[in-house]
């Protein structure tokens, strides 16, 4: 079977790099197109794929729009014909080329449908398949939703893929003797980024302040960083992020992507935006409810984030450990909650169509995918 993989984000590819492993181990040839996204091409070059690059052309008023998106068909439609792609699957806003081909499309989705309506109108009719974790609120498309007990992000951090190298650290120099904390700057520009607040100056300088004494602080942007805080900027290989991150004491940020990959890796993760107390994410509302491996707090109420840090900054008590250890074990009831979710996919993918039948059955072993 010939796949087609589309990237259109950084965290696609971690999302889908250990399924695409899989199914080339399994025989199958796999393609990659992706598009022009931070560093996602640099991801796909250091993991050595062979990939198309689809350029989105100016996207300033209406016909320009509607310009670009035709261009993105049109070459999602040769990408698809010169490789004879049997499927699809990934999460773009090319799908119809793929349905004019007459091949099943599997949408990969953990954003509600109320918090990215524009991307789910578009997307989501074309889509054969909708893979979604069951806290994820699909509207009108729960009927071509297949909803699994699992995460998104665990795909690639799930502990039968990704395990903490400490050597890493050293390779990018960061010291941890004593805690660190890691700070993430979002670009917030995404298409459900409209209107979104995050972590000003005033806000980043505060946590700097409070978090200084007891640690070393490491922040990674998206967006151009204010002088003051150059000489925290971590430069890094971003491959090597989710290791950085799992031996952080605390993450912050305003980016929800990375808030849910600490979740994952037990780190107490804060996020700082607008989207909290205005739009409740099903998959955050479950990490922080549920499992207490994230807290959401509103950019409208910096004094309550203060007060979150230090009470964490409690807890871990100058080393670290006692933070650790408490977030760790939330960590191991959410995994012996969830399945493996890249065997999951790979399974699905390989058995499809007979797998879409079968998981759709109310008595479907899900338990086949945990060890």
């Keep these: 079977m010939n796949v087609g993989i589309f990237l259109g984000h950084p965290a696609h590819f971690h999302n889908l790099k250990i399924v695409a492993q899989n199914l080339q181990n399994d025989g199958h040839k796999v393609f990659f197109a992706i598009k022009e996204k931070d560093i996602l091409e640099t991801?796909?070059?250091e993991a050595g794929y062979n990939y198309i690059k689809l350029r989105e052309g100016r996207r300033n008023g209406k016909w320009a729009l509607i310009k670009s998106v035709l261009g993105m068909e049109y070459h999602m439609y040769k990408f698809i014909k010169e490789n004879k792609i049997d499927l699809l699957v990934g999460t773009t806003l090319s799908f119809t080329a793929a349905k004019i081909n007459r091949i099943?499309?599997?949408?990969?989705?953990?954003?509600?449908?109320?918090?990215?309506?524009?991307?789910v109108n578009l997307v989501y009719p074309f889509a054969t398949e909708i893979f979604s974790p069951i806290s994820c609120y699909n509207g009108r498309y729960e009927a071509k939703s297949t909803k699994y007990p699992g995460f998104q992000k665990l795909?690639?951090?799930?502990?039968?893929y990704f395990q903490p190298d400490k050597s890493v650290l050293k390779k990018n120099n960061i010291d941890d003797s004593k805690p660190y904390f890691l700070i993430r700057f979002a670009s917030l520009n995404a298409h459900h980024d409209e209107g979104v607040g995050g972590i000003?100056?005033?806000?980043?300088?505060?946590?700097?302040?409070?978090?200084?004494?007891?640690?070393?602080?490491?922040?990674?942007?998206?967006r151009p960083l204010e002088s003051q805080f150059e000489q925290y900027r971590l430069h890094i290989d971003p491959l090597d992020i989710h290791h950085v991150m799992a031996y952080a004491t605390i993450y912050i940020g305003d980016s929800q992507s990375m808030a849910n990959e600490a979740a994952m890796l037990g780190t107490p993760s804060l996020r700082f935006n607008s989207f909290v107390g205005n739009k409740k994410i099903g998959v955050m509302e479950e990490l922080?409810?549920?499992?207490g491996l994230t807290f959401g707090i509103s950019y409208k109420e910096p004094e309550k984030l203060y007060a979150k840090v230090q009470e964490l900054l409690s807890i871990a008590n100058g080393t670290g450990d006692s933070l650790r250890k408490v977030f760790q074990k939330r960590r191991q009831k959410?995994?012996?909650?969830?399945?493996?979710?890249t065997a999951f996919f790979t399974w699905f993918i390989e058995n499809y169509p007979a797998s879409a039948q079968q998981t759709k059955q109310p008595d479907f072993n899900w338990k086949q995918f945990k060890n």
């Design 334 to 341: 959410m995994l012996a909650d969830k399945i493996d979710v």
């Design 288 to 291: 922080e409810h549920v499992y």
């Design 104 to 119: 099943p499309v599997f949408a990969i989705a953990e954003d509600d449908a109320y918090i990215a309506p524009r991307y």
């Design 43 to 45: 991801l796909c070059k």
């Design 200 to 222: 000003s100056t005033e806000v980043a300088q505060h946590l700097i302040d409070m978090l200084s004494p007891n640690g070393n602080i490491y922040i990674t942007s998206e």
């Design 155 to 160: 795909t690639s951090l799930h502990p039968n």
